[in-house]
T-cell receptor, first 110, second 115 residues
Framework: DAKTTQPPSMDCAEGRAANLPCNHS???????VYWYRQIHSQGPQYIIH???NNETNEMASLIITEDRKSSTLILPHATLRDTAVYYC???????????FGTGTRLQVFP | DTGVSQDPRHKITKRGQNVTFRCDPI?????LYWYRQTLGQGPEFLTY????????KSRLLSDRFSAERPKGSFSTLEIQRTEQGDSAMYLC?????????????FGPGTRLTVL
């Protein structure tokens, strides 16, 4: 599986958009980009995934660059409850395990 | 609540003792995964099952570790002769293989402390 690079920490003001970047320059054509988050003392929670098109759901938007070497997770209106560690994961379509890095610790402040 | 439950939530044991954790996945999910997470790190894959068959084991899963899913429903993870290095959060997740996105639903974890 391709490796991902994320900043270790970010801050965001409540109500503003949080933009979390991820680099995955060695991604292969059959690999998806997944985002999970982990709120303190809980298990990881699925947010969104994509292959090459931008995706949006009720939680977030995922923007993948045309060359697929990087992506950005967007939380459009961050709340205090969005404070968590966010993991960007690249997973091949024919594998099942998730390989987590150390993620980005997002702190949303009032 | 994702629908995946784990028991116990916390376990304190002395070095050398055996411990067993249980995971109950979402009922219709045929895939079940075990991960381990140490402080400040992301979860690390240990093993996974499709129904009752154990399909993959990580090199992290030493011979002191054994996992079972006897009837393709709940799973147990046993650690024999625990060591202080086994102290971690043990996470279970489940998914429905038929889904192309294979979203994994995680339980709350079992926190193991080995004294």
């Amino acid at each position: 599986d391709a490796k991902t690079t994320q900043p270790p920490s970010m801050d965001c003001a409540e109500g503003r958009a949080a933009n979390l970047p991820c680099n995955h320059s060695t991604i292969s054509g059959n690999e998806y980009v997944y985002w999970y988050r982990q709120i303190h003392s809980q298990g990881p929670q699925y947010i969104i995934h994509g292959l090459k098109n931008n995706e949006t759901n009720e939680m977030a938007s995922l923007i993948i660059t045309e060359d697929r070497k990087s992506s950005t997770l967007i939380l459009p209106h961050a709340t205090l409850r969005d404070t968590a560690v966010y993991y960007c994961i690249v997973r091949a379509i024919n594998t099942d395990k998730l390989i987590f890095g150390t993620g980005t610790r997002l702190q949303v402040f009032p | 609540d994702t629908g995946v439950s784990q028991d116990p939530r916390h376990k304190i044991t002395k070095r050398g003792q055996n411990v067993t954790f249980r995971c109950d996945p979402i009922s219709e999910h045929n895939r079940l995964y075990w991960y381990r997470q140490t402080l400040g790190q992301g979860p690390e894959f240990l093993t996974y099952f499709q129904n009752e068959a154990q399909l993959e084991k990580s090199r992290l899963l030493s011979d002191r570790f054994s996992a079972e899913r006897p009837k393709g429903s709940f799973s147990t993870l046993e650690i024999q002769r625990t060591e202080q290095g086994d102290s971690a959060m043990y996470l279970c997740a489940s998914s429905l293989r038929a889904r192309a996105d294979n979203e994994q639903f995680f339980g709350p974890g079992t926190r193991l402390t080995v004294l």
